[in-house]
């Protein structure tokens, strides 16, 4: 479910690119500390776009600390100082990392079921290490992992229904801890806009591996990918136009955002729907880039 939502590196300027990069470098910093020394490992692009999207929408400063280049990264120069939204993004990940393996402990292969079972009880520690140092959204995400759970066991439902519900995590998480009404509500629609992209694009990226081990796929009556790219340009857009909604507060947080909605959501859809990655499209042409990693 994770990694889809990040950025084209060729089209971020280099002050653009070193503040994402300080702050992926400062949320794995953060997410060792405040969960957990291994947790690290599943440090994602998802939740430092998580980042910029509150820094934005809540006016949220960034102070970023030099270091010396080191022989395994030369070129990194900075990472972003640990403040209460990294804290919070950081619990995020350690949050929906926790479901998310129980949820493979339910539907996955024997072997991998087994494995996550025996994984989950370092990550309820980390979750629970998160939870003291941050305020996190476990009931309301607990509750929307129960309701995608019946609905996978009916299997009754369509996508755009199963990802309507799926998108209620990135809507809660974006939102959570907002007390000002209108950026609330901001944060809500724009999490609820991107968390269908996300449904839907990962559900098609596991199409063939989900019918192969006779796992539920949303996509029972088949993958049409012409027609899923128009819907996930759709609400790539749609998301863009949100963005467009709230004020500005710093230009290269907004530079980045656009990024991964234009170029970045793109590339992924592309990567998922086709053996062919390198596709002339009605978004964008080909882009041969890879992110930063």
């Given at each position: ?8 590196v060729s089209e971020l300027k280099v002050k653009q690119l070193s503040l994402y990069r300080s702050v992926y ?142 998108s209620a995590l990135l809507s809660v998480i974006a939102s959570h801890g907002i007390e000002d009404e209108l ?111």
């Amino acid at each position: 479910m994770f990694g889809y939502i990040r950025p084209v590196v060729s089209e971020l300027k280099v002050k653009q690119l070193s503040l994402y990069r300080s702050v992926y470098c400062g949320l794995c910093k953060t997410q060792r500390r405040r969960t957990g020394l291994f947790s690290c490992l599943t440090l994602s692009y998802d939740f430092a776009f998580l980042y910029l999207f509150r820094a934005e929408l809540c006016a949220v400063d960034t102070v970023q600390k030099k270091r010396p280049p080191s022989l395994l990264h030369p070129e990194r120069e900075s990472y972003a100082v640990e403040n209460d939204l990294l804290q919070y993004c950081a619990g995020c990940a350690a949050l929906l990392n926790y479901y998310k393996l129980k949820d493979n402990a339910r539907d996955e292969s024997f072997f991998k079921a087994s494995l996550s079972k025996l994984l989950l009880p370092y990550f309820r520690y980390s979750l629970k290490k998160a939870e003291k140092c941050t305020n996190l959204p476990t009931k309301q995400i607990e509750g929307v992992m129960n309701d995608l759970f019946e609905m996978e066991n009916k299997g009754s439902y369509s996508p755009d229904e199963m990802a309507l519900c799926s998108s209620a995590l990135l809507s809660v998480i974006a939102s959570h801890g907002i007390e000002d009404e209108l950026r609330s509500f901001a944060a809500q629609r724009f999490g609820t806009t991107v968390g269908k992209w996300l449904y839907l694009l990962d559900a098609a990226d596991d199409y063939e591996e989900d019918l192969c081990h006779h796992r539920f796929t949303p996509f029972s009556e088949g993958l049409h990918k012409e027609e899923l790219k128009s819907a996930l340009d759709a609400l790539a857009n749609d998301a863009d136009l949100l963005l467009d909604k709230i004020p500005v507060y710093n230009e290269n947080y907004r530079e980045i955002l656009k990024n991964v909605l234009y170029y970045g959501m793109n590339d992924a859809a592309l990567s998922a729907l086709y053996t062919e990655k390198k596709k002339t499209n009605s978004r964008k042409s080909e882009r041969k880039d890879k992110t930063y990693e």
